[in-house]
């Protein structure tokens, strides 16, 4: 079993739509929880960190869920700039670091 | 400040050749990853190293592969012989520390086995 699943998608919103990602993960010691964004054919980078309390930055809101080990990466208003692939990253124990294969996003105008 | 550097960015071998793949991560940063990226996946580390020494090497196929990081500063990651299946894009992190701060990536090298 994977460490981290996710549903690769794709995913193709119009812009202004609210689309909300979901992962599960395998590992109840996990410790850290993030969401990296790659764009096509760059490297990952962090978008956000994932808080059991949940966390916003803007337009995004990070929510993690221990007890169904379940983590998701809102994002409201749309943007054609947020066209991405959305990379799930859970941080275990060791301190590595194990990513989900990714949801692509496309944001159509 | 620089981020991570690699290079080179593409590399064309032919089956059987081998090929280095060189990282330079941002300053200060002690540790260093090297990742491996298939196409539709995400990354999954082959080696972590906490200055000069691999800390977690479990994923790293020692048959063909081989990483150094000589003065816990620059490394270099090597394939010899490279197989078919190793077409992929191979990515450098680093970070401040191992339970520090964020790990940041280099733009990979993409390459491609013929």
């Known amino acids: 079993r994977k460490e981290v699943e996710q549903d690769p998608g794709p995913f193709n919103v119009p812009e202004g739509a609210t689309v909300a990602f979901n992962c599960t993960y395998s590992?109840?010691?996990?410790?850290?929880f993030f969401w990296y964004r790659q764009d096509c054919r760059k490297e990952p980078k962090l978008l956000m960190s994932?808080?059991?309390s949940g966390n916003e930055d803007g337009r995004f809101t990070a929510q993690l869920n221990r007890a169904s080990q379940y983590i998701s990466l809102l994002i409201r208003d749309s943007k054609l700039s947020d066209s991405a692939t959305y990379l799930c990253?859970?941080?275990?124990?060791?301190?590595?670091?194990?990513f989900g294969t990714g949801t692509r996003l496309t944001v159509i105008p | 400040e620089a981020g991570v550097v690699q290079s080179p960015r593409y590399k064309i071998i032919e089956k059987k050749q081998p090929v280095a793949f060189w990282c330079n991560p941002i300053?200060?940063?002690?540790?260093l990853y090297w990742y491996l990226q298939n196409l539709g996946q995400g990354p999954e580390l082959l080696i972590r190293?906490?200055?000069?020494?691999?800390?977690?090497d479990s994923q790293l196929p020692k048959d063909r592969f081989s990483a150094e990081r000589l003065k816990g500063v620059d490394s270099t990651l090597k394939i010899q012989p490279a197989e078919l299946g190793d077409s992929a894009v191979y990515l450098c992190?680093?970070?401040?520390?191992?339970?520090?701060?964020?790990?940041?990536f280099g733009p990979g090298t993409r390459l491609l086995v013929l």
């Open positions: 992190a680093s970070s401040l520390g191992v339970d520090r701060g964020t790990q940041y």
């Open positions: 590992n109840s010691a996990s410790q850290s």
């Open positions: 994932v808080y059991s």
């Open positions: 990253v859970v941080k275990t124990g060791a301190n590595n670091l194990f």
């Open positions: 300053s200060g940063h002690n540790t």
């Open positions: 190293y906490e200055n000069e020494e691999a800390v977690d």
